[in-house]
Structure formats: C-alpha cells, structure tokens
C-alpha cells in the first residue's frame, strides 16, 4: 500500500521579481535593449569595465521553492503548513502543472485535480445548469461524467430551484456552494487543494470539509493547503512545513502544526505605529504550554512607545474569530490603571487570561490604544492573529463548525419519565462523569 | 496487473521547460471537450442581453457591403470583373469579416482568459483555437444571406461550389496562424493590443475586398499573393461566382506563406506556453 504517487526531487522555482505583478511594454524592452550599449560606454569611460550585470541587477530574482524534495504514497492526506509567501502556492502549482520548475523534477502517478480557487471559468451570464459543464470540463471532467453526476452536484450545492438562472443573479453563497460542488465531485486519483475553504459559511465548509475527507476515504491522495489550522488538522494525517521556499519540518499533521505555531508565535514583528504610539511588539503566548491550547493560561502582552506625552494611557483587546465576528473584548483601564508616560519611553500593557475558553481554530486580536487624558482612541490598522490548537475537550472529538468558537464547561443533567425503571436510571447516570 | 499498465499510462514527470517541446496534438485531442465547452460559451455569450441577437452577424457585413457599393462600386466606379459589385463585395466582406474577427478574438484571448490561465493546466493552445472556431457561426449566418444574394442576382454557383469549405479553413488557419502569435506576445507585451486594431485596417486594403486583385500588375501578383487573405478572397469569388481574377498561382504563394506562419506560431506558441501563468 505504500506506493508512491508523487516524487518531487530538488524542485526549485525562480521569479524574477516584478514580473509576476507587472507585464511588460514592448517599449521598455526597445529602450532597455537600446540603453544597452550606452550602459556600456559610460562604463567604459567611467573606467568600470568589469560591471556587466547592472541592466540585470534590475530585475532581481526570488526563489519561491528551493530545493525542496519529498514523497507522498498513495492514500495520504497531506497538509501543507506555513506563512504567507513561503512557496505553498507555488508547489501546487507545479504538481498541478499551471507552472513549471526552474529547476528539479516531479514525478506523478495518476490524474492530477487541482483546485486552486473555487468556480475557476465561471462565466456570469451562463445559467448554472450551463456553468456546471464548463466549470468540469475545464477541471478536466468528461461530459459523460458530468451528465451521470448532474442530479448529485446540484442537490449538493442546494441549487435546484436556481438551476436554470443565469449566475449573476446568484447570491454569493449560491455561487461559492455551486463552484465548490462541481469540484467536490472530480474523481481524480490526486487532489490537490488551495485555501478554497476560506469562502461560504460554516455550514457548508463543514460540508465541503467531510465531502474532501470522504474522497481521501476512497484511496485517493490529497494535498491541502489552508491557513485554518482547524481544517488541515480536521482533514490531514501527515504534513509538512514551507518556510521561504524550503520544507522545515514534516511528519506527523499535529506535530507540525504544533511546530509550526510555535514558530509563529515568536516570529519577529513589524512595529505598527498609530498618531500617539508606536507598538514595538505585540505577543499572544502560553504560560504553561508550548502552543496556546483551549482552557489553557496565556498571556497577551503588548508593547508600546509613547510618541508624545501620554496623560492616561489605555488600551482595548478585542478577540475576533476569521470571520471578523467579536468573541470577546477587554479594556485594560476596568483591571488596572498606568501612570502619565512621557514622549519616546517605553512601557508594556496586557493580560493574563486563565482558562482561555476558545476552542480549536485562528483567532485575530484587535488592539485599541487610548490616551484618556485627551479623549484619543486610536485603533491599530494591523489585526493580530494567533491559532488554538485543537485539543481534548468535549470526550476528545472532532470540533467542527457546529461547535461555534467559544470553549464551555458544561455539566450534563437529565430528568428521566418515571416510566424508566430505577435500575436504567442508575445505569445512565454512571455514564455521566 | 491489468490495473498496473493503465496507471503507468497516466504517469507524469514534471520538468522545467525546454527549449523546443513538440506540439502534441494527441493532448490536444485529449482535451476536445474543453475546446468544445469553451467554443460553445463563446457562442453563447455573445449576444446575451442583445435586442438583435443572432442578427448581428447578418447587419455587419450586409452595412459594409452597402456601403461599399455605394462609395466604390456607385462613385468610384471600381472595376469588379464584370460581376455585379454587390454580390462582388459581400462575396469578399464574409471571408474577410471572419478573418478579421478571429485574429482580433484569438490575439486577445489569452489574456482575457488569465484566470484560467492561472488556475488550470490544460493545453494553452486550445484557447486560441476555441476563439477562432467560434465566429464560425456568425459566419455560416451571413453565408445563408450571400447565397440567396447571388441567387437573387441570378448566379448559379457550379460545381466549384465544393471548394468552398477549404477556402474557409484556409482563411481559419490564416487567421490561427497570426492569432497564435500575437496571443502568445500579448501576454508579455500588451502592445499588441493596440496593434491588432489597426493591423487588421491595413490588412483590408491589402486584400482584394473592394477591388478586384485584376488591378495589381502581373508581374507584382506572386508579391500580393502573401497576403493570404487575397488567396482566400479570389478563391471565394472563384468557388461561389466561378469568376476570379489571377487566383492559380497566387494561390500557392498564400498556402505556403499559410503554413510556414501556422508552424512557426505553434512552435513559439508551445514554446512560450509554459511562462504564461507567469507572466500574464
């Protein structure tokens, strides 16, 4: 059973930079091609001879993979963790063959399907009936298939009123649920996922989420790349970590997202300033753990310079689930109050929250900071986001989005109909902790 | 076992590119049903939300020849080898319009395609391909007003008639081979852009439309003749009306200068293809 299906040895991919967000005009490559020879004179007279690479220098290059080597066998499902800009994009698009490798080699077994976004080709004034087929024959399904799979896709996305309006007038969660539907039944031995979850509601991404498990049942081998941490560890069993093109680390799936959002955590942060203040470092860290973990002790902490005389310093931390929805909220000035801060010192503001009763998934913390002397609340344009990993509660299921965000500790009760004898009573209540 | 060859069948080996990769028309055929499907949305979403619709494909070219007969048939008195210049015109306008039509879609197409571009791998050229393909059906339209025109005029087509499909995949090549290359440079220079519209405005008067290819000297017609499109016109007046002036060697010229532009388009087509997504 441990077959491979993909190979990937040494795979490097290079962009020179600026290419990608920027086309070119046929005129900047008359003029530089022009300029060329004249880049040269002025180097000669100027005595450099030697400085050849300056018309190269540029347009410099970025390696969005670098060497990266690893096998997956069949029937694995596999995540692929790590930050924004690290080469996850970029590998599924070489496995998908949208792109090629600069340098180093894949080798595939079986039919790649890759769904990079969702509804790719959608065409708005086509009905859904009309979309359904292009949208598969452009992932790559015969229409035979389409045809045999129609009644299916079209109860999945829960369309079947709409089905012969044209898409425009969908509402955007018709149109996500229909694209991810057409998707979610491609019957490609390989799978290859990019953050397509990211869109509808939680009822359907739980949905999308067994129907993509359900598929890894069959034998099938799926790549998933997702920045909800809740998703991968819902879905995957084995992943590996991409850090600036390379594989930092890889095994198995909550061993790497453990790993890798403790990296997170202490990542070097980029200081944010707003008219009053500068926020040197902004950190959301456990106390006793080594990732942030659902009724676990952590700690916010958030440090600041005071960019003028600073009267009655203040601060508000809200915590926000993905979808911007508030969970909680806390305003330092009801705990605790700081003394008048003068221009260009120093001083640190945050919490320790006992019990922190978030389950599983990404949070983001929102950040106010105030001067109360003048009436200033000046809110940080930045939102910073921090993962709970998933852990035991609730008997040690699968917490999916029926569970909502917000962690209980709920002691069960029941009253029994005086039918029940005494004796099934008893037995029910030892079931109960 | 049986299950083990089918599997090695559909093993793949990604590489970087190489220079020179040949054009695989088994993949393209492969692919039909998304040449198809992406054929037929064109079609179909062309007149969407239109008052005329379908129409449109008749009034275009029927305005043009109305007005060309007017200004070069009626006051310039342009000679049409002794054909009435109505029918002379429209017999022209049709190859012309779907020429020009299906240089102007498949040039653009890859980059009005870029989100598929993006996001899916199939063979690029079925893009081009499908653009070209698709003013196939605005084209058979107006054919069904030129015959009853020539008709009307009281022209019999003869037996030449049968010629007329090649005349028009000629004139699909013709224009495949320029749209191939100018989608393939569109997508790192949107210069091409801009020259796609009035390159197509010379072309017309490089092609015998309004005149008839009699006017050029004799000893200058194998040099007119590589602009196949003059190929394709004289044919069309010679397959439909039975009259042409100086189609049999120009002829030649255009399918040589046809087919060297076609192979060089799917060569730097299909070496260019595997930059697209990146640069698009």
């Known amino acids: 059973m441990s077959e491979v299906v993909i190979r990937a040895e040494h795979l490097s991919k290079r962009y020179v930079l600026g290419q990608r967000e920027q086309y070119r005009l046929l005129r900047d490559t008359i003029t530089e091609a022009a300029a060329r020879p004249f880049a040269h004179l002025r180097n000669f007279r100027s005595g450099k001879n030697g400085d050849r690479t300056v018309a190269r220098q540029d347009h410099e290059t970025i390696w969005a993979l670098n060497d990266v080597s690893f096998e997956i066998t069949r029937g694995e499902i596999v995540g692929i963790v790590g930050p924004n800009g690290a080469g996850k994009s970029t590998l599924l698009k070489i496995l998908s063959r949208i792109t090629k490798p600069t340098k180093g080699h894949v080798e595939i077994e ?35 298939e389409v045809a045999r799979k129609f009644d299916e896709i079209v109860s999945f996305a829960e369309i079947e009123k709409f089905i012969d309006t044209p898409v425009k007038r969908y509402s955007s969660g018709m149109y996500v649920r229909l694209a991810f539907a057409v998707a979610a039944h491609l019957e490609t031995e390989i799978l290859v996922v990019d953050e397509v979850l990211a869109v509808g509601d939680a009822q359907f991404q739980k949905k999308c989420l067994s129907k993509l498990r359900q598929v890894g049942t069959d034998g099938r081998t799926i790549l998933f790349v997702s920045h909800n941490m809740a998703a991968v560890r819902g879905i995957c069993e084995t992943g590996f970590q991409l850090d600036r093109g390379g594989i930092v680390g890889s095994g198995e799936i909550n061993d790497v997202i453990d790993r890798y959002l403790a990296q997170v955590i202490t990542r070097s942060f980029v200081e944010v300033e707003t008219p009053s203040f500068v926020l040197n470092n902004v950190t959301i860290e456990p106390l006793n753990a080594d990732v942030i973990k659902t009724f676990e002790t952590i700690e916010i902490r958030v440090a600041l310079t005071a960019k003028r005389d600073i009267g009655d310093p203040g601060m508000y931390v809200g915590i926000l689930t993905t979808e911007n929805t508030r969970v909680a909220g806390l305003d330092f000035k009801d705990f605790s109050s700081v003394p008048p801060i003068k221009a260009g010192e120093r001083f640190e503001m945050g919490f320790v929250i006992d019990e922190l009763p978030l389950l599983g998934g990404t949070y983001q913390i929102e950040i106010h900071v105030k001067d109360m002397a003048r009436h200033k609340i000046e809110r940080v ?6 993962e709970v990993a998933e852990t035991s509660v609730y008997g040690g299921r699968k917490l999916d989005a029926w569970f909502g965000s917000v962690g209980l500790k709920p002691t069960p009760i029941q009253k029994l109909p005086a039918a029940v004898s005494d004796e099934t009573a008893e037995h029910r209540k030892a079931l109960v902790p | 076992m049986a299950c083990q060859s089918t599997r090695s069948l559909s093993s793949l080996r990604i590489e970087p590119a190489t220079r020179w990769t040949s054009i695989d028309l088994r993949e393209l055929w492969e692919y039909r049903e998304l040449l198809y499907f992406l054929t037929w949305r064109d079609i179909k979403v062309r007149y969407k939300q239109t008052v005329l619709g379908a129409t449109w494909a008749i009034i275009q070219p029927v305005f043009m020849m109305v007005v060309f007969s007017l200004f070069f048939g009626k006051l310039a008195k342009v000679p049409s080898d002794g054909i009435p210049y109505p029918v002379f015109a429209f017999c022209a306008l049709l190859p012309w319009q779907l020429f020009a039509h299906a240089v102007g879609e498949s040039s653009n197409s890859l980059v009005g395609n870029q989100q598929l571009l993006t996001k899916v791998y199939f063979p690029r050229l079925v893009i081009p391909l499908s653009a070209v393909i698709s003013g196939l059906v605005d084209f058979l339209v107006a054919l069904f007003v030129l015959i009853g025109l020539i008709l009307w005029y009281g022209i019999v087509p003869g037996w030449k008639i049968v010629t007329l499909p090649g005349f028009i995949l000629f004139a699909m090549c013709a224009a495949l081979a320029v749209g191939l290359w100018l989608s393939a440079l569109s997508v790192k220079y949107r210069d091409v852009r801009y020259v796609i519209a009035f390159l197509v405005q010379f072309w017309l008067f490089a092609t015998p439309v309004a005149y008839a290819s009699s006017i050029v000297p004799e000893k200058w017609r194998a040099v007119y003749a590589l602009n196949p499109m003059a190929g394709v016109v004289e044919g069309f007046r010679w397959a439909l009306l039975g009259k042409s002036s100086a189609l049999g060697s120009m002829l030649w010229v255009s399918v040589i200068v046809v087919l060297v532009t076609l192979l060089g388009g799917l060569y730097y087509f299909r070496r260019m293809e595997h930059e697209f997504a990146d640069i698009v």
């Not at chain 1, 009905?127 to 229409?143: C, Q």
Request: hydrophobic share 45%.
């Open chain 1, 110 to 144: 079986g039919r790649v399907g890759s769904l990079l976004e969702v509804g790719t080709g959608f065409h708005a004034e086509l009905s859904g009936r009309e979309n359904i087929y292009l949208n598969a024959a452009i992932l790559g399904m015969r229409k035979l």
């Open chain 1, 381 to 386: 344009a930045n939102l910073f986001q921090f």
